[in-house]
């Protein structure tokens, strides 16, 4: 099984999300922050030249600036902890396949703020802790019980959880 950036992300965001997701029960094709995101990707950062960067089926990178600085864009900061690690996991990729990019950056549009992730020993460590976390959700034989958080107004999975 291929680990993927949206995968890490989701185990920091909802591990029954991840569950789903990882049975091939992809809902964001109904959401609109799933929309907005994407939009928000398309438009900004239009200068840039290497947009949408994908590696094995494993990794989309939305962009690497001149500097070679990989970077991420995101809508909100409300899952912060999944985003930098998302980060962390495609440096860790990249690292693996030879690239020692060690910096990334996520660029919250909306905010126009950014945050600064650098790939480190212990941070790598993490990393493949949370991959193994995510393989292990994926050979679980049920959904982990849901869990009422902040995100599940607003979560694309919101019925297959609650109704």
Known sequence: ????????????VCRR????????????????????????????FQRERRKELRIDDQVTLDFIDRDGILHDVKSGLSMSQAHQMQVLYYLYVLKQKG?????????YVKQRRKEEVELTAEKEIQVQTAMGQVKAMA????????????ICRSCSYNELCWS
Not at 1 to 12: A, D, P, R
Not at 100 to 106: A, D, K, L, S
Request: charged share 25%.
């Open 1 to 12: 099984m291929k680990v993927t950036g949206t995968m890490i992300n989701y185990l920091f």
């Open 99 to 107: 690239v020692p990019n060690r910096q990334g950056v996520i660029n």
């Open 139 to 150: 050979n679980q034989r049920q959904a982990p019980p849901a869990e009422r958080l902040k």
């Open 17 to 44: 999300k991840l569950w789903l997701f990882c049975r091939h029960l992809e809902m964001e094709h109904n959401s609109d922050k799933v929309a907005l995101g994407r939009l928000l990707h398309e438009e900004g």
